[in-house]
């Protein structure tokens, strides 16, 4: 595992917080962290490229599975985006009926 602040492997093991989850601390930054942290950081880089697999139309799944983010934190990213979207695409007005 890596320091999830600088990326660095120096990492030590750093006691255990009150539910038992095995804390970890990294020896280049300091940085303080349990394995699996409730905020991910989720890198530029990496929301760039989920952007450009939506636009792909890829599943959640299979970019769940390429990117490494987790299901809850993508699912959050696209329901924020869905949010901020300007609705300029209206599919109702299509009538087929003519
Ligand atoms: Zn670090």
């Known amino acids: 595992m890596t320091c999830i602040q600088c990326g660095s492997k120096e990492i030590v ?6 539910n ?10 300091g940085r303080q962290f349990v394995e699996n942290p409730q905020n991910i950081i989720i890198s530029q880089e990496t929301r760039d490229l989920i952007d450009k697999l939506l ?7 299979a970019i769940v599975r390429v ?4 299901e809850h ?4 990213y696209v329901n924020q985006k869905y949010d901020t979207m300007p609705q300029c695409i209206d ?3 299509k009538k087929r009926d003519v």
């Open 55 to 61: 636009l792909e139309r890829m599943a959640l799944a």
């Open 91 to 93: 599919v109702k007005k």
């Open 20 to 29: 038992g989850k095995q804390k970890f601390m990294c020896k280049e930054c």
């Open 67 to 70: 990117t490494g983010v987790s």
């Open 13 to 18: 093991k750093n006691g255990s917080i009150h």
């Open 73 to 76: 934190w993508l699912q959050d």
